[in-house]
Each structure stands twice: as C-alpha cells, then as structure tokens.
C-alpha cells in the first residue's frame, strides 16, 4: 500500500454521495462493556440485524477483535465476511477510511481520529487501535491512501453530495478537542483539497446533547445532489427546535457548489428518550469513559440511518413517528427498499446505524 504526499484533489479524486453505488459496506463488532451494556449481547444482536439487512443489498465486512472472532462468526450470516481488524470500539464511520475516487481506483482519505476530542472531550482513552483502523481497511482493500497526521477528523462529521458541497457544523468542527491549532478557513482548505469539494456549508449545531459534539450525520443527509433531509420537531419547548430551526434557515438561504437551492425535506424526531434505571446499569462504570446516566437524553434522530445498493436501513425507536419516518424516506427514496430497524441498543452506545456503517464505493 502506498501513502502519497499529493492530494485527492491534486490526483483528480472526490468523495462520491453515500447514495452512488458501493462495493460493499464495513462495520466494527461492539463489544467494550463501558458502553454496551450487559456485555454488549443486545448491541451484537442489532449490529447483527444491521449487517444482515445491509447484506440483503451488498457485500459486508465485520471487523472483529480477536476474542471475538468466534462470537461475531456465530452471530453473522454465512455471506457476511468477518476479519480481525484490532479496534477500540464499534463507529467504523469515524475511524475507517473516507474513500475517494477517479472514476478508475478508490484511495483511503485516513484522517487521525481522537475519539470525539481526544483529552479535551473525547469518550474513551485511549484510541490508538481506532486510529490505525483505516490504513488496515486500506491495506486489506488494495487501496492507497491519503494520511493526514496533524488533522482530526470522523466521517459522521461530514456529509457530500459527491457533486462538489460538503455539509458540516461548526459545534463539531471547531471544537476545541480536534483541530483548535486551525481556523475555519484553514479547516475548509483541509477539506476541500482532501474531498475536493468546492463549497461548504456550516450548519452551527447538530442534534441536541449528540455526544460527538454534533457530527452532522445525525441531523442531516443528502438524498442526491440539490436535496436532503433535516432532523425536525415541531415542539417549540424542545431546545432541539430552536438548533433544527436554526439549521432549516441556513439551508433554505444557501445555495450548493452548482448554485442550486436546496430542496430540504423534514424528518420529524421521535419523543425525547431517556435512558432507564435497567440501561443505566447494565454498563460497567469505567473512568474515562463517557458515564451513561438514568435519565440522560439519548440524541435519537431518524436521520442516521445508511444508505446501500438499492436499500435505506432506519433506526426505529417504538416511537409514534417511526411510521411517519418510513413514510418520509420512501418518498424520498422511491427506487430504494426501506427496512426500518429497531436500534435502541446502538442508540444507548451514542450513535445510530449510520455511525456504524461505512461504504467502499464501485469505481
Ligand atoms: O455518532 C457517532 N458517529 C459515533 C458515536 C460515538 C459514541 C461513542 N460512545
């Protein structure tokens, strides 16, 4: 595998859209019990659910510790492939590769990754087997790829419509735990020579007490170039309406790399979800890692879910808007199957399925 000095932009690379074919889609096993609670048993049962839904639509690779290779095995379908690939935790959209692409070969982008803020905020210490993720999905793809060692930053923290705009918010890149030694200019030149994208849009905040400091992908995603969907409540006693308001606004007001308006299409959140007693306690209590409180509100949001060949796959939540959710993505989504999952056990661990999901794209 070589590690080139140029650019992505240089060499005539970009991201393509999440929504562009995929060669398949990686994930991470969970298993570290000061997130998942009861062992991580009910979190490696949704996991397992969301690789076998995504396998429905292409090929998927489970990267797995190796105490639990065996475990991973017998939970995973036949045709899901598993590989030990040593990691930290489960958000293979944060510490794998972002891949780019000339219409001819695919190149890792292997940002460095600090677990969400490093020793400022960030949700685990340490992260280093996370960090080296990426350049092994490289390394077993037959990628080359891009390393930047002196800039952080997580895939769910961005969103590109593979057309020349990349979505993002200023809550989460400008937190002092990633790049804080860079401006926001310089931040953007980072992106747009890594992604080669020419125009960015900065949301200010993403989904209300999101523990990734607001990464972008649980409040937004494009649904193709010049239209997306937006995290939305029409609650008015609900700090998430005044930070989806806010977003609504910027959106409306700008235009994309093209020059074109944006068509925004609102996806109504379920009710607030707190964290109960039993939750609570079925994760072991660690220093250093985020505590998971009884009470706590969960950033829950439709929003984070994946888009595959052919396929959306939804977290659901038991909620009253789960229906309304399915009905907002099949109309967005008219060509694509729609398979809602009910994932409150990857919601307890922080995120959702787009946050354990990460696609190779076909060339
Ligand atoms: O939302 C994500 N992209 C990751 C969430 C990480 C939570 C760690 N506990």
Not at 258 to 267: A, D, E, Q, S
Not at 299 to 328: K, M, W
Request: hydrophobic share 35%.
């Amino acid at each position: 595998m070589k590690t080139y000095t140029t650019t992505p932009k240089e060499d005539g690379f970009r991201m393509p859209g999440e929504f562009e074919n995929h060669l398949g889609t990686y994930i991470i096993w969970p298993e570290r019990t000061d997130n998942w609670r009861l062992g991580a048993k009910p979190a490696q049962e949704v996991f397992a659910q969301v690789a076998s839904a995504i396998a429905e639509h292409e090929a998927v690779t489970v990267a797995v510790n190796e105490g639990q290779y065996a475990n991973a095995r017998h939970m995973l379908p036949d045709h899901v492939r598993v590989v030990e690939i040593s990691n930290d935790d489960a958000w293979v959209r944060d510490c794998g590769p972002t891949c780019v692409t000339d219409g001819k070969e695919v190149r890792g982008v292997d940002w460095r990754f600090n677990a969400w803020g490093g020793l400022v905020d960030g949700l685990y210490f340490p992260w280093d087997k996370d960090d080296a993720l990426a350049q092994k999905v490289c390394e077993l793809e037959r990628f080359n790829r891009y390393r930047l060692d002196h800039f952080i930053l997580e895939g769910g923290s961005i969103h590109t419509d593979g057309d020349g705009t990349l979505v993002t918010t200023e809550e989460c890149l400008l937190s002092e735990g990633r790049n804080s030694h860079l401006n926001k200019e310089q931040i953007e030149a980072v992106l747009k020579e890594y992604l080669n994208v020419e125009k960015i849009i900065w949301l200010k905040r993403g989904i209300y007490l999101d523990e990734t400091n607001g990464h972008v992908d649980n409040i937004f995603a494009f649904v193709k170039p010049g239209e997306c969907l937006l995290a939305w409540t029409d609650d008015k006693e609900d700090p998430q309406y005044e930070i989806s308001r806010e977003c609504l606004e910027i959106l409306e007001r700008e235009t994309d790399a093209r020059g074109r308006k944006l068509k925004v299409h609102k996806l109504h959140l379920p009710k607030p979800i707190l964290i109960t007693k039993e939750e609570s306690h079925g994760v072991d209590a660690v220093d250093g890692t985020l505590p998971r409180k009884e009470g706590d509100r969960l950033a829950a949001s439709y929003v984070n879910f994946y888009l595959c060949n052919g396929g959306v796959i939804y977290p659901t939540f038991h909620d009253e808007n789960d229906q309304r959710a399915e009905e907002t993505l099949k109309e967005c989504f008219p060509d694509r199957e729609v398979t809602g999952i009910y994932a409150r056990e990857i919601l307890l661990g922080g995120g959702n399925i787009h946050c354990i999901t990460q696609q190779i794209p076909m060339v």
